[in-house]
């Protein structure tokens, strides 16, 4: 699928759950590309702008969570979703 594609390792307390999720697909919609997550290369992949899908995927701390962008803006798009998590979703957790 992917125009651009990263993989970043999920240390925040919780993982990722409700707000970390929250944070995760808001920015993930402020981009026209297609972006998609896993917790493995193999998939399954789901879209990142689902709430719903984004929190079932019960990403633990520790897990690695793949990212994956297909559009004009998809370089970027990676770029910002792994910051968000390499920043621990901007929290102290």
């Known amino acids: 699928m992917s125009d651009a594609q990263s993989s970043v390792l999920i240390t925040h307390d919780v993982g990722l759950h409700a707000r970390p999720s929250v944070k995760l697909t808001k920015l993930a919609k402020g981009f026209q590309s297609r972006i998609?997550?896993?917790g493995s290369e193999a998939g399954p992949w789901i879209d990142a702008k689902s709430i719903?899908?984004?929190m079932a995927l019960k990403l633990r701390t520790g897990s690695r969570m793949e990212l994956a962008a297909e559009g004009e803006d998809a370089t970027a798009a990676v770029?910002?979703?792994q910051?968000?998590?390499e920043r621990n979703f901007d929290e102290d957790g």
């Open 36 to 38: 998609e997550i896993a």
């Open 79 to 81: 770029e910002a979703l």
């Open 83 to 85: 910051g968000l998590v």
């Open 52 to 54: 719903v899908k984004v």
